[in-house]
C-alpha cells in the first residue's frame, strides 16, 4: 500500500507537469485548430530562464554572465512574462501569415519552429546539461523537506506543484468562462468569422491566447526543473508531446480535459513503470500507447464531444 500510495503521489505531481503544457495546446487548438508542437520548447526555455535568473553567472553562447541570483519565487514570474512574449512573437511571425493557408501548412510551420527552437537554445546556453538551483525553502542540508501521506513520502515540494496547477487551472477556467475576453475566446472557438462580424478582435484573442498557453508552458518548466534539477536544449520534446496526447486524452479545446488528461497519463505513467515487467524501461510508450487506444475508441477524448469539422 505505501509503493501504491508513492506511485500514485508521483502520478499526480507529474500529471499536473503535463496538465499545464496541455492548456497552451488546447486552447491553440480550440481556437485556430493548430496543434503548435513548439509549446515543448517554450516549456525548455520556461527552465532554462528561471534557472538564468537564479543564478549568479551563467554561460550564454559560450561566455560567462553576471545575473541577478533571484529567488524561485521571482524568477519563474520573469520566465513566464518572457515566454509569453516568444510564445506571440512565434504566432505573429510563423502562424498568422499562414492562418488562410492549407493546415498542412501550418503544421509543418510548427514542426519547423520546434526544431529552430531547440537548436536556437542550444546555441545559447550550450549543449550540455545544466543544473537547476535547489529551493531553500523546499530543500534542508540538500535534502528535501518531505512528510508522509497515508505512508507515502510527499515533498514540500510536491505538494506546491499540485497546489500551483490547481490554482492556475481553477483561475483559468474562471477566465475564460467569466471575462468579457473568455467569451471572446469562446465565440471565436466557435466561428471566428462571424465573431469577427460582431465586433471580436480576433487576432487579438487568438494573440492573448498564445500568451496564456505559453505562459503556462513557462510554469510547468520552472516546476520541472525545480523538481529534477535540471535543463537541456532537448529536454521539452516528450514532456510536450505528452502534454499533447494529454489534451487528446482530455478532448482537445477543453481546458477541465487538458487537467483531467495529464492526471491520467501521469498516474498511468507512474503506475505502469513501477508495476509493469520493465515498466521504468518503456514509460515513454505508454503515452503513445494511449493515444492509439483513444483515438481507436473514443477520439473525441474523455470530455470532448463529437462535432462536425469546422469549415
Same mark, same amino acid.
Do not use: W
Given at each position: 500500500?505505501?509503493?501504491?500510495?508513492?506511485? !500514485?503521489?508521483?502520478?499526480?505531481? !507529474?500529471?499536473?507537469?503535463?496538465?499545464?503544457?496541455? /492548456?497552451?495546446?488546447?486552447?491553440?487548438?480550440?481556437?485556430?485548430?493548430?496543434?503548435?508542437?513548439?509549446?515543448?520548447?517554450?516549456?525548455?526555455?520556461? @527552465?532554462?530562464?528561471?534557472?538564468?535568473?537564479?543564478?549568479?553567472?551563467?554561460?550564454?553562447?559560450?561566455?560567462?554572465?553576471?545575473?541577478?541570483? *533571484?529567488?524561485?519565487?521571482?524568477?519563474?514570474?520573469?520566465?513566464?512574462?518572457?515566454?509569453?512574449?516568444?510564445?506571440?512573437?512565434?504566432? =505573429?511571425?510563423?502562424?498568422?501569415?499562414?492562418?488562410?493557408?492549407? =493546415?498542412?501548412?501550418?503544421?509543418?510551420?510548427?514542426?519547423?519552429?520546434?526544431? %529552430?527552437?531547440?537548436? %536556437?537554445?542550444?546555441?545559447? &546556453?550550450?549543449?550540455?546539461?545544466?543544473?537547476?538551483?535547489?529551493?531553500?525553502? %523546499?530543500?534542508?542540508?540538500? !535534502?528535501?523537506?518531505? *512528510?508522509?501521506?497515508?505512508?507515502?513520502?510527499?515533498?514540500?515540494?510536491?505538494? %506546491?506543484?499540485?497546489?500551483?496547477?490547481?490554482?492556475?487551472?481553477?483561475?483559468?477556467? !474562471?477566465?475564460?468562462?467569466? @471575462?468579457?475576453?473568455?467569451?471572446?475566446?469562446?465565440?471565436?472557438?466557435?466561428?471566428?468569422?462571424?465573431?469577427?462580424?460582431?465586433?471580436?478582435?480576433?487576432?487579438?484573442?487568438?494573440?492573448?491566447?498564445?500568451?496564456?498557453?505559453?505562459?503556462?508552458?513557462? *510554469?510547468?518548466?520552472?516546476?520541472?526543473?525545480? /523538481? +529534477?534539477?535540471?535543463?537541456?536544449?532537448?529536454?521539452?520534446?516528450?514532456? #510536450?508531446?505528452?502534454?499533447?496526447?494529454?489534451?487528446?486524452?482530455?478532448?482537445?479545446?477543453?481546458?477541465? #480535459?487538458?487537467?483531467? #488528461?495529464?492526471?491520467?497519463?501521469?498516474?498511468?505513467?507512474?503506475?505502469?513503470?513501477? +508495476?509493469?515487467?520493465?515498466?521504468?524501461?518503456?514509460?515513454?510508450?505508454?503515452? &503513445?500507447?494511449?493515444?492509439?487506444?483513444?483515438?481507436?475508441?473514443?477520439?473525441? #477524448?474523455?470530455?470532448?464531444?463529437?462535432?462536425?469539422?469546422?469549415?
Amino acid at each position: 500500500m505505501e509503493q501504491l500510495a508513492q506511485q !500514485l503521489m508521483n502520478g499526480l505531481m !507529474l500529471g499536473c507537469l503535463y496538465a499545464l503544457i496541455a /492548456v497552451g495546446y488546447t486552447m491553440v487548438y480550440g481556437i485556430i485548430e493548430l496543434i503548435n508542437f513548439a509549446f515543448g520548447e517554450l516549456f525548455m526555455f520556461g @527552465t532554462f530562464i528561471s534557472i538564468a535568473m537564479m543564478v549568479d553567472t551563467i554561460t550564454l553562447f559560450g561566455r560567462p554572465v553576471p545575473m541577478p541570483g *533571484l529567488s524561485f519565487f521571482l524568477a519563474v514570474p520573469i520566465a513566464m512574462v518572457a515566454v509569453a512574449a516568444m510564445g506571440v512573437t512565434i504566432e =505573429r511571425l510563423a502562424y498568422r501569415p499562414l492562418r488562410n493557408a492549407p =493546415r498542412l501548412a501550418a503544421l509543418i510551420s510548427a514542426i519547423g519552429m520546434s526544431i %529552430f527552437l531547440m537548436n %536556437f537554445s542550444q546555441a545559447i &546556453f550550450g549543449s550540455k546539461q545544466v543544473f537547476f538551483p535547489d529551493v531553500p525553502i %523546499f530543500t534542508e542540508a540538500g !535534502l528535501a523537506k518531505s *512528510l508522509t501521506i497515508g505512508g507515502a513520502q510527499v515533498t514540500y515540494l510536491q505538494l %506546491f506543484v499540485v497546489f500551483i496547477t490547481v490554482v492556475a487551472m481553477v483561475a483559468l477556467n !474562471l477566465f475564460v468562462q467569466r @471575462t468579457r475576453v473568455g467569451r471572446a475566446m469562446r465565440a471565436s472557438a466557435q466561428d471566428k468569422q462571424t465573431s469577427a462580424l460582431m465586433g471580436v478582435n480576433v487576432n487579438r484573442v487568438i494573440a492573448i491566447t498564445f500568451i496564456i498557453g505559453s505562459a503556462m508552458g513557462a *510554469l510547468a518548466g520552472g516546476l520541472y526543473g525545480a /523538481v +529534477y534539477h535540471f535543463a537541456r536544449p532537448d529536454m521539452g520534446f516528450f514532456p #510536450g508531446l505528452k502534454a499533447f496526447i494529454a489534451a487528446v486524452l482530455g478532448g482537445i479545446g477543453n481546458i477541465p #480535459g487538458a487537467f483531467l #488528461g495529464g492526471l491520467v497519463l501521469g498516474m498511468i505513467e507512474s503506475l505502469a513503470s513501477a +508495476y509493469l515487467p520493465m515498466g521504468s524501461q518503456y514509460r515513454d510508450a505508454f503515452a &503513445f500507447v494511449i493515444l492509439i487506444l483513444l483515438l481507436s475508441f473514443k477520439p473525441s #477524448g474523455l470530455l470532448g464531444s463529437t462535432v462536425s469539422e469546422k469549415a
